[in-house]
């Protein structure tokens, strides 16, 4: 019988780029997906949890890091041959749910989701690999009331985990109108693509000028513009540019002609929602628009700031001002694949970078309307729109506020002077817990008093209960308040230790009602100092 | 500009074994969730949400299906040679977070958890391979109060989530007294493979008669006392066994003499907890055990009893009597890694099974105690006992019951009489849910107005609310009480319908009172008439 040789001891981590939440950090997000839950629900829609694992097929190839289509997720073959992968977002199944039950929902089909997503991305400093998303979709409904609504719903969801008007601004666009301008200046895109042959082959006489670019790559270009500035835009879109390291980026190769076009676009923000629509109009009248209009191209481009300018107005009337809606043309959301309205909600505290900068705090949700997902699946394009609340940004940006508690309270922890007596213990905590306190009797080993003690302050502790041989044949039992002690022992002059003892002698009978008071004075003294 | 081929669609499907879960079925899983968290939270756990994915090294061998380590995980290769997997279970996890952060956590370290795990296992009907589980552990604690105080908390998370007291019962156990009774029948186990060699020497010639069996497949043959009774668990330990589709078992192989005394264990609950435990003193009491006790060996099945005995006394004394917890020796929980106490609760109520046989509904949770989880990381033996919910199978238990909602109500639905005046219906919805009312304007396609109708109705919409122009000139909308509609229509006498009109013209300022009034009436009629 020879010993079995034993393998080497598992090394204790977590994964590269995951992490593991305790306590405090768990009901916080609880609470959080909670609050917005509500929201979403008070609005009409349903909840869904689909699975975290889909077929590679349906997850398709929306990965926001277009420029690594099928890289990005976690995957994994089956021993069927199938491939599968855990989810990357919560849009995507969606549209696959829309799709396999299509027939049983109502539709419009409005859902909300919450849960982890997965990215296979390198992790780096606060980039995890598992994060929460909570999203909001309205699925069968082309109507800009649903754009709206969604832009109302992120503005009371924002108000109900606690970021205070005026900290926010949901800034909207639409893609439609972007793709106007790109027409406009002879960029190439879908449109032209699908155009017949005979006008494509007319193209080549009538516009040798035109620029063959893909609309995707300008799109990622614009979108880095809150980083690198309309200059850095600049750069990305014709030659290249030098980021932050040194490493050169190449140029998307556009002419600065109509790169410079595209910067305007992006800087066409007025003063108010109006002057930016008149602006928008000023930009797309540009002299090649009026020719593609003739070729049923152009009307894209009116037909994105007619739906800008219905959505503000529906957002205004129903009390959504400027002061929460904004348009905002320097929006475009990286994303391959929204059709129409566009919207992000940014936080506008500023807050401290690493290096001591001031910086806004800026995104934490973001959507818009995606018209062609479902239709991958059915063949039929079904209309959709909808919001993804960054939930692990918003956390950090409450906290960042401090209107996160960075501890939770810990229970009342009653203490085994007498190891024979477990259950006069166990009893205690039994009431305790009957009267709705957060309680529990020491479990480690009751040898050393001094680290029941120890133990109760690190789970911060309310209060801690003794009961010796001695209380117990005198019927008592010595109630520690934890907090106060603390308190005191920092700070408190004689007379005030002696005003206000943090340990006494309560009748055992009265142990609950002397501790629910306790309790109740912890939290008047919090409330009046919430230091 | 040749046409990009397109490729094939994608399949709407969830992956085989896995699938999507909608409205009702959510809202009850994060009701059911809520509660038992509130157990356990008022009990002094802590949350701990770990990362979903593991490095396989971390997850170790402990697969319950042991006849097939290292497969029974959805794994994959990172870029970087490194396996991960998804999680199997939520105690797994535990322990190596409790091995990587016990530094910082405090000890005993008591947290709970909940959340999605994942078996790659086959398919089958009612067969899922993502699965909720709730689980509640303390580690860093060798007292049998800590395993008391689970069994206690087990009962108290049934009765929160609507399992009724008489419903369920906690069977528990403890796999010392399992390990006395076989080393009392001279099967092989870890014990006597660790002896001194001088020892196993002396073996050879003294117990010539041994059998030199795996106890891991006598544990897992007992676990299924349930299924296959007595009679099947004597065929199973010894020669085999056919199933019931026929297909032929293997026998562990052991003599019928030995697998009757195993038998003669799993059988020897008495009429109570001290009558149990008698009987099982008695049958350690057998003719090997003195002359192991001799060589240290047989006080395990001695210190096993002891310890059923030490949590029975703890759980009577607070209450948990007899009607919740009984010893039962037929509780063995197949996991190789318990180490002392086991326990299960079982719901006791009858439900008809798919032929339509009665049968008991069966374990809804288990656990037990596992001394050597964390020692794997850190080579330390640390004490730990937990409970693990199926929250899935408790939720089909109360479904069964009766006393989950198949349905949620729906929202009030606002219709769409004139598209143009999207923005008063806005302001309706509006008013509604700043009421707290969940409602929402129908998004679809308004021109066929009994497609709203429908609508409302696939939402279980408890009332619409309708205004054409004659109303908006007038200062009205109409209200439909769906609800009572619906009922009206069922079963009315033409009085009744006089009486009681299921729609009705109220003020437009008067819209949100009225609609209260209807939710509240249709909410004591549901009480009064739950059917």
Redesign the interface.
């Known amino acids: ?1 020879a ?1 079995t040789r034993k393998s080497p ?7 590269k780029g ?6 405090a950090d ?2 916080a ?2 609470n959080m997906l909670r609050a917005i839950g509500e929201v979403y ?4 829609f ?10 590679v ?2 997850l ?1 190839k929306f990965l926001p890091d277009v420029e690594r289509p099928n890289e990005g997720v ?3 073959e089956e021993e069927t041959g ?1 491939w ?1 992968a ?1 989810r990357y977002d919560l849009t995507a199944p969606l549209a ?2 829309f ?3 299509r027939n049983d929902l ?3 089909y ?1 859902r909300y989701a919450m849960g ?1 997503v ?1 990215r296979n991305e390198k992790p780096g400093p606060g980039r995890f ?2 994060f929460y998303q909570c999203d909001a979709d ?1 699925v ?4 800009m ?2 754009d ?2 969604v832009c ?1 719903m992120l503005c009371d969801a924002l108000e109900a985990v606690g970021i205070e008007r005026g900290d926010y601004v949901v800034r909207i666009n639409n893609r439609k109108v972007l793709n106007g301008i790109l027409e406009g200046l002879n960029v190439d895109n879908e449109k032209t ?2 155009l017949p ?1 005979n006008f ?1 082959d007319s193209l080549d006489t009538k516009y040798s000028d035109w620029e063959f670019v893909d609309p995707e790559a300008v799109l990622r270009t614009i979108d880095k513009f809150d980083k690198v500035g309309a200059e850095g835009v600049l750069e990305l879109l014709t030659t290249g540019r030098k980021d932050q390291s040194g490493a050169f980026i190449d140029g998307v190769g556009i002419s600065a002609q109509n790169a410079s076009r595209v910067v305007q676009f992006m800087e066409s923000r007025g003063k108010d929602n109006a002057e930016t629509i008149s602006n928008l109009r000023e930009l797309m009248g540009a002299p090649d628009a009026n020719l593609l209009a003739t070729m049923g191209v152009y009307n894209i481009g009116a037909e994105g700031l007619q739906e800008l300018q219905e959505i503000a ?2 957002l205004e ?3 959504y001002g400027p002061d929460r809606i904004v348009i905002d043309p320097s929006v475009v959301r990286g994303l391959g694949y929204y059709t129409g309205p566009v919207y992000e909600a940014e936080l506008t505290f500023e807050i401290l970078d690493k290096k001591g900068r001031k910086r806004q705090f800026g995104s934490v949700a973001g959507g818009g309307r995606y018209d062609d997902l479902v239709k ?4 039929q394009e079904v209309p959709a729109t909808g919001v993804s609340i960054g939930v692990d940004r918003l956390l950090a940006a409450l906290r960042e506020k401090g209107r996160l508690a960075e501890t ?1 309270a ?2 009342v ?1 009653i203490t085994v002077m007498d190891r024979d007596r ?2 006069d213990y ?2 205690m905590v ?1 009431e305790l ?1 009957a009267a ?6 020491y ?3 009751p040898k050393n008093f001094g680290n029941q003690l120890k ?1 109760a302050d ?2 911060g502790s309310p209060v801690a209960v003794i009961e010796g041989g001695n209380e117990k044949d005198a019927g008592i039992v010595q109630i520690k308040d934890l907090i106060l002690g603390a308190k005191l022992a920092e700070n408190a002059t004689h007379e005030e230790w002696k005003a206000r003892p943090s340990q006494f002698e309560v009748p055992r009978d009265e142990l609950v009602a002397r501790v629910l008071e306790i309790l109740a004075s912890q939290q008047s003294d919090k409330q009046a100092d919430p230091s």
Not at 9 to 15: I, L
Not at 18 to 23: E, N, S
Not at 41 to 44: A, Q, T
Not at 436 to 441: K, P, Q, S, Y
């Open positions: 019988m010993k001891r598992p090394k204790a981590e977590t994964p995951f992490r593991d939440y305790f306590g768990v009901a997000r609880d629900h008070r609005y009409g349903e909840a869904l949890e689909s699975s975290a694992v889909e077929t097929e349906a398709g976690f995957a994994w199938d599968l855990l696959r749910v799709a396999q039950h109502p539709s419009p409005r982890p997965w690999r598992q309205t069968g409904s082309a109507s009331a649903a709206a609504e109302a693509r699908s042959s494509t107005d529906l009337a129903q009390g991958r699946f059915t063949g939770e810990g229970p922890v477990m259950a166990l009893a039994g817990r709705g306190i957060r309680a529990e009797v479990l480690g080993n133990y690190k789970r």
